[in-house]
């Protein structure tokens, strides 16, 4: 299994980059042979709709990769306020990725957590799992949570809660295609929250990645 973690400015400047850097995985020895891809995207205060650009080019660009991704705004401050992507890439010869999701906010997080579990226990081999989630810090969140976790105590469970900020309308983006004013239809005067499963964008709703495999060993530790 090899990483590696990409920094992605989205000004302008960088149209070129993002087609070079996604053109050199696709053609690299280790994608080619790669029995999974996953890709880990953190879009750091970049709008929904830029981000669904920047999906729709990855996918193009990586049809292998296995996506998994959030909104981002603790650690977003880079590039001298210009939104940018952190992109993660894992290649594995031997283990698989499989992305589960749910698309909307739960009436009941405690079901939401136990029908998720129960789709889960179908993966065979599983070693771990990597959860983001919409909705905040709350009550409710750890409640799902709580239920998502709970058959599989010898599992590892990983991931945080998808940033809220403010849309900047304003920027010169990577994408030229995507107009000022979309950005400012979109956003609407509230902020914006979001996570990633495969092709989709989600506002509410939950993203995960399962990895699995026979030889496949995890360790995790916290902070």
Do not use: W
Not at 34 to 54: H, Q, R, T
């Amino acid at each position: 299994m090899e990483e590696r973690t990409y920094e992605i400015p989205c000004d302008k400047e960088n149209s070129d980059y993002i087609t070079e850097l996604l053109e050199k995985i696709r053609f690299s020895a280790a994608y080619k042979e790669a029995k999974s891809v996953y890709v880990k995207l953190l879009f750091a205060d970049v709008p929904k709709v830029i981000a669904e650009k920047m999906l729709d080019f990855l996918t193009g660009h990586l049809p292998k990769a296995r996506v998994l991704g959030m909104s981002l705004t603790l650690f977003a401050q880079n590039y001298n306020g210009v939104p940018f992507v952190r992109m993660s890439c894992n290649v594995s010869k031997s283990s698989k990725v499989d992305i589960f999701y749910q698309s909307e906010k739960p009436e009941c997080y405690m079901t939401a957590g136990k029908d998720m579990a129960a789709r889960l226990k179908d993966v065979p081999d599983k070693k771990a799992v990597e959860v983001f989630t919409t909705g905040g810090v709350n009550v409710d969140v750890s409640k799902y949570i709580r239920h998502l976790t709970a058959p599989f105590e010898d599992i590892p469970f990983f991931g945080a809660v998808a940033g809220v900020f403010e849309v900047d309308a304003e920027i010169e983006n990577i994408f030229h295609m995507t107009r000022v004013s979309d950005v400012k239809e979109r956003f609407k005067e509230k902020g914006e929250q979001y996570v990633v499963a495969d092709g989709q964008i989600f506002d509410d709703g939950a993203a995960l990645a399962v990895f699995s495999g026979e030889d496949l060993n995890v360790k995790c530790d916290y902070l």
